[in-house]
């Protein structure tokens, strides 16, 4: 009998340790705790991380995560307000406030996200449809929508919506940011229930359905080409005046030029002629003699011939007569 003692005392020592290993759990920094005793809830949800205590085999640690989670919802297919249909992809952040009430409410983290997905869906669908498609793509502070509708987006809504633009760029519309905001707040009114906190809803993309999108990409296109046809207008006009400057210019710079060259030879004409006649009233009969000389060395030529009789003053030097 005695020599059992040391058998019995290890598989006592055994059942102890296992209910003492079965009645610690560990809480981690990312989780919080939930105790149930016979799957009934018992005490407060247990946060703080650390090694804890329960009644072996009767209780039970539930674990739930303590972190920011992430919801993705699909892509909605959503009018505005100004009848755009619109593909709306949003997404969302959200955490276990209460473990306890989200145990009882939800249960699992994949019951919870599809109990988001009713509320986040129809808070944004809501949302869309009581604002403008230019309200839904632009931040607060553009102040370009009201110094300019050049850019696509503004004039896609201008050639495409019946409402007057004024309404649609008056500062009071709130943009994107001021929506979500709105979103975040609707929708954080409904999930308490659940135990569950919201803490931020954004709209990660928005796009035109493919029925519409075509016709879109065909006016931003006519638009673009309308715009560049503009600007080569006004690049040929501007071409034309400068060309046109440029062409007074020329003739002004000619008509001076050839002012001036008239003036130089105006005075260039008096001065020979000036000498010419002060030649002429010092000798006559050299001045007579030089320019008939002139005349013989032109003329006759090639393509010129003169009929004239043997007494013309045409031959006088030549006879050795001396024109008085």
């Known amino acids: 009998m005695k ?20 009645g610690l759990y560990v809480v981690d920094e990312t989780e919080q705790v939930v105790i149930t005793q016979l799957g009934k809830p018992v005490g407060k949800p ?36 100004d009848k755009k249909y619109i593909w709306v992809d949003t997404t969302a952040r959200w955490r276990i406030k209460d473990p306890l009430l989200f145990m009882e409410r939800v249960g699992t983290i994949k019951t919870a996200l599809s109990r988001l997905d009713g509320i986040i869906d129809s808070v944004v ?38 409402k007057p633009m004024d309404e649609m760029t008056t500062k009071n519309l709130p943009g994107r940011e001021m929506i979500t905001r709105a979103m975040l707040a609707d929708a954080s009114k409904l999930v308490p229930k659940y135990g569950i906190e919201l803490i931020d809803i954004r709209i990660k993309r928005i796009n035109y359905v493919a029925s519409v999108q075509r016709k879109v990409f065909d006016r931003m296109i006519s638009e673009r080409q309308r715009i560049a046809a503009q600007y ?15 062409r007074k210019e020329l003739d002004r710079i000619s008509s001076e030029a050839y002012k001036r060259s008239q003036e130089i030879k105006g005075k260039a004409d008096a001065e020979v002629t000036k000498i010419y006649g002060d030649a002429f009233g010092k000798d006559p009969a050299f001045y007579s003699f030089f320019k008939t000389l002139e005349i013989y060395r032109k003329y006759p030529n090639k393509n010129t011939s003169i009929i004239i009789t043997t007494d013309s003053d045409f031959y006088s030097f030549l006879k050795g007569e001396t024109k008085k």
Do not use: C, Y
């Open 3 to 22: 020599n059992n003692w040391p058998k019995v005392l290890l598989i006592i020592l055994v059942l102890v340790g296992i209910v003492v290993f079965s």
């Open 46 to 81: 247990i946060k703080k991380a650390g090694i804890h205590l329960k009644l072996p085999f009767i209780q039970t640690a539930n674990k739930f995560e303590k972190r920011i989670l992430k919801w993705d919802g699909s892509p909605n297919q959503i009018p505005t307000k």
């Open 125 to 162: 669908r809501d949302h869309v449809s009581d604002n403008l498609l230019i309200q839904l793509v632009r931040s607060e502070g553009w102040k370009e929508q009201e110094e300019s509708l050049s850019t696509e987006l503004l004039t896609i809504e201008k050639t495409a919506t019946a």
């Open 232 to 246: 080569r207008s006004e690049g040929e006009g501007e071409k034309a005046a400068i060309l046109g400057k440029m």
